[in-house]
């Protein structure tokens, strides 16, 4: 992956970026907490709202019926509190968070697991959908996640995974993008991210081309840097993915 700025994500980061990172990650999240009752009201009265499209979501993404997910176990890898928690919503048998840092507002029926992406502490071969919506580049060594979550993922498992990537011109510039987006370890162009996937034993089946994510974000500093990034060509990007045969 010559397009990534001289750092192949198959290797992982260093040490002191990947903590420098989830220092950041951290003081970010803290932010997230700050919002007083009312705020949290109008937020959680928001997402109820959005119950029925989040569940046509969950639908359209995966490609199953609701009805389906009764016998199913699904997993999302990261547990913002805000995070999409479509699966959730959903009657899964049974429902995993798994996130490297604490954060205990869970969705009530779900279970959170406080472990790292590179070692999913889950036997093989028991997942039926796993949801990953912006995390890869979040991660010390996305390889590793990704065949963790091909290892867990049964045989007919479905990944859904979204992941913000940068144009190609830029790639020269991702160290000083290291500087600036301290909260991501690794800094990835489309064709880096889809080689991240073939690699890890993924097929993309659906693109479902770029995603415009809804932002709790009350920080005005947040909002100019999210819209920074878009100036200069940052997009979130999604899949549908199976195993390969």
């Given at each position: 992956?010559?397009?990534?700025?001289g750092?192949?994500p198959?290797r992982?980061?260093?040490?002191?970026?990947?903590?420098?990172?989830?220092?950041?990650?951290?003081?970010?999240?803290?932010?997230?907490?700050?919002?007083?009752?009312?705020?949290?009201?109008?937020?959680?009265?928001?997402?109820d709202?959005?119950?029925?499209?989040?569940?046509?979501?969950?639908?359209?993404?995966?490609?199953?019926?609701?009805?389906?997910?009764?016998?199913?176990?699904?997993?999302?890898?990261?547990?913002?509190?805000?995070?999409?928690?479509?699966?959730?919503?959903?009657?899964a048998?049974?429902?995993?968070?798994?996130?490297?840092?604490?954060?205990p507002?869970?969705?009530h029926?779900?279970?959170?697991?406080?472990?790292?992406?590179?070692?999913?502490?889950i036997?093989?071969?028991?997942?039926?959908?796993?949801?990953?919506?912006n995390?890869i580049?979040?991660?010390?060594?996305?390889?590793?996640?990704?065949?963790?979550?091909?290892?867990?993922?049964?045989?007919?498992g479905?990944?859904?995974?979204?992941c913000n990537v940068?144009p190609?011109?830029?790639s020269?510039?991702f160290?000083?993008?290291?500087?600036?987006?301290?909260?991501?370890?690794?800094?990835l162009?489309?064709?880096?991210?889809?080689?991240?996937?073939?690699?890890?034993?993924?097929?993309?089946?659906?693109?479902?081309?770029?995603l415009?994510p809804?932002a709790?974000?009350?920080?005005?500093?947040?909002?100019l840097?999210?819209?920074?990034?878009r100036?200069?060509?940052?997009?979130?990007?999604?899949?549908?993915?199976?195993?390969?045969?």
């Amino acid at each position: 992956m010559t397009d990534n700025g001289g750092r192949s994500p198959s290797r992982g980061t260093t040490a002191r970026r990947w903590h420098r990172a989830q220092k950041l990650e951290a003081k970010t999240r803290s932010t997230m907490t700050c919002y007083d009752t009312a705020e949290r009201e109008g937020i959680a009265q928001e997402v109820d709202k959005s119950r029925a499209y989040r569940q046509r979501l969950v639908e359209e993404r995966l490609g199953i019926n609701l009805a389906d997910f009764r016998e199913m176990c699904v997993l999302e890898i990261g547990g913002l509190e805000f995070a999409d928690r479509h699966l959730f919503g959903t009657k899964a048998r049974y429902k995993l968070i798994l996130d490297p840092m604490p954060w205990p507002r869970v969705s009530h029926d779900a279970e959170f697991l406080q472990a790292m992406g590179e070692r999913i502490p889950i036997r093989s071969s028991v997942i039926n959908v796993c949801w990953a919506s912006n995390v890869i580049d979040h991660c010390k060594a996305p390889q590793l996640v990704l065949q963790e979550i091909a290892r867990v993922l049964t045989e007919n498992g479905r990944l859904y995974i979204t992941c913000n990537v940068w144009p190609l011109w830029l790639s020269p510039f991702f160290f000083m993008l290291d500087r600036i987006d301290g909260c991501h370890p690794h800094h990835l162009t489309k064709s880096s991210f889809l080689s991240l996937l073939s690699e890890s034993g993924f097929v993309p089946d659906i693109d479902f081309g770029v995603l415009v994510p809804r932002a709790w974000v009350k920080k005005l500093s947040i909002r100019l840097k999210v819209m920074l990034s878009r100036l200069c060509g940052e997009r979130t990007i999604q899949f549908r993915c199976s195993i390969s045969a």
